[in-house]
């Protein structure tokens, strides 16, 4: 077992975290005179506002394994040599405590501990898993033995959450200031673009008219409720499978496609980007349209992605933000998205953007790449002109189960 909350400061991570509020703030695309603060600010908050984990020790569970036991350092026992290992046959006790919220919490150390040596666990997905080896117990002595290993699982439960209390404490005020931190670090950047815009009004020079001028960020009047459907019902299915329906992708998709268009008409605005800015452009849109249910960085399955929609705790839709860095890298991003599905029907997409020249050659490439898969099954829509292709994909581990992938290219020239 590891120690856990021992692999980082979780002030730091706070500290990080603030710069990072600012600085996403200083890349949405905005105005003067922009006037949709509320509906930004929430947005922020929804992404930012963090959640210390809740360990649900009423549910755990411990499962039994035979294994062999060092007992060198059992004074009680007669060993000659006490150096080496002394191997007996026991049994190895693993107690499972699954807990809600961010797993990160679990290992980042609040810098009010002081003195006080962390307790153990393995942190796999949504559980904390616990390991105890015991010796092969005799029949007269097991209640005895059975009492100190229950008060030893109690200890380690208390220790657990006196260390959270610590974390929930430092995220409660992180999360009581993020909406000061959030109005006015957009106040600062709205005052500095008024400023900006007197200070050139002053030098009584006309400016230089552009044909396309980028959007500034704004989300619709309304917004929309996802509204995933249930596919129909096959024998072997078990349980509910959301996934989302045609009009929901197909606008999620539009949604994509009409950001990534400003990206192509501004590229001075966007030329500096790196994958998580250009992501975060594109979660701006979509919690605008969808009621938040856009997240960034959010672990799923066997990795993270960079963008997901969640329906009842099910993920309905995956999108991948890529720059062209060849037909291997393409394909890695297949393989990639693959990994997080979890769900048959899942509806997938990669957005590839390229900075490099001969943009028609690139589109031949990413449709080649897609044909070559081991999983490719066949093409659904080929649309050279507006670079957006689509495709039923099967999992490697299953021929059985079929996503689809979309494929949204755009030229962004880098300055």
């Known amino acids: 077992?590891?120690?856990?909350?021992?692999?980082?400061?979780?002030?730091?991570?706070?500290?990080?975290?603030?710069?990072?509020?600012?600085?996403?703030?200083?890349?949405?695309?905005i105005s003067k005179d922009f006037n949709d603060v509320d509906n930004l600010i929430e947005n922020l908050l929804e992404k930012y506002t963090l959640e210390c984990p809740k360990i649900q020790e009423n549910n755990k569970v411990i499962e039994q394994n035979e294994t062999n036991v060092d007992v060198r350092n059992d004074m009680s026992r007669d060993i000659r040599d006490r150096s080496k290992p002394f191997l007996v046959k026991g049994i190895l006790i693993t107690m499972t405590i699954p807990f809600l919220g961010d797993l990160k919490f679990l290992k980042l150390k609040s810098p009010r501990i002081i003195g006080s040596l962390p307790p153990k666990g393995d942190v796999i997905n949504s559980e904390i898993h616990i390991s105890y080896e015991k010796a092969s117990?005799?029949?007269?002595?097991?209640?005895?033995?059975?009492?100190?290993?229950?008060?030893?699982i109690n200890s380690d439960i208390k220790r657990i959450n006196e260390w959270l209390k610590w974390a929930e404490n430092d995220i409660g005020i992180y999360n009581k200031n993020l909406p000061d931190l959030i109005k006015s670090s957009i106040k600062n950047r709205i005052d500095g673009l008024r400023v900006n815009s007197k200070f050139i009004?002053?030098?009584?020079?006309?400016?230089?008219?552009?044909?396309?001028?980028?959007?500034?960020?704004?989300?619709?009047?309304?917004?929309?409720?996802?509204?995933?459907?249930i596919p129909e019902k096959r024998a072997e299915i078990k349980q509910e499978e959301w996934k989302v329906s045609e009009e929901d992708y197909e606008n999620i998709l539009k949604i994509i496609k009409n950001m990534a268009y400003v990206m192509e008409q501004s590229p001075n605005a966007f030329k500096d980007l790196d994958e998580p800015d250009l992501r975060w452009h594109f979660l701006v849109q979509l919690n605008g349209q969808y009621e938040g249910q856009a997240t960034g960085e959010t672990f799923n399955y066997e990795g993270k992605t960079d963008i997901l929609i969640k329906w009842k705790g099910k993920i309905v839709f995956i999108a991948e933000c890529k720059f062209w860095n060849g037909p291997k890298k393409f394909k890695e991003s297949i393989d990639q998205i693959m990994r997080y599905i979890t769900w048959r029907d899942t509806k997938t997409a990669i957005i590839v953007f390229n900075k490099n020249r001969n943009f028609s050659h690139i589109l031949e490439k990413i449709i080649e790449t897609v044909k070559k898969h081991q999983c490719y099954e066949e093409e659904i829509q080929i649309d050279k002109d507006q670079a957006e292709f689509k495709y039923i994909i099967h999992r490697k581990d299953d021929n059985e189960k079929k996503f689809i992938l979309s494929v949204l290219a755009f030229d962004v020239p880098s300055g």
Do not use: C, H, W
């Open 1 to 29: 077992m590891t120690n856990l909350f021992s692999e980082g400061s979780l002030e730091d991570y706070l500290e990080s975290l603030k710069s990072r509020v600012v600085d996403e703030i200083n890349t949405v695309v």
């Open 201 to 229: 009004e002053a030098l009584e020079i006309p400016l230089k008219k552009r044909d396309k001028l980028p959007e500034t960020y704004k989300v619709p009047i309304v917004r929309k409720r996802l509204t995933p459907v």
């Open 137 to 152: 117990v005799v029949e007269s002595n097991f209640e005895n033995e059975s009492k100190l290993l229950k008060n030893q």
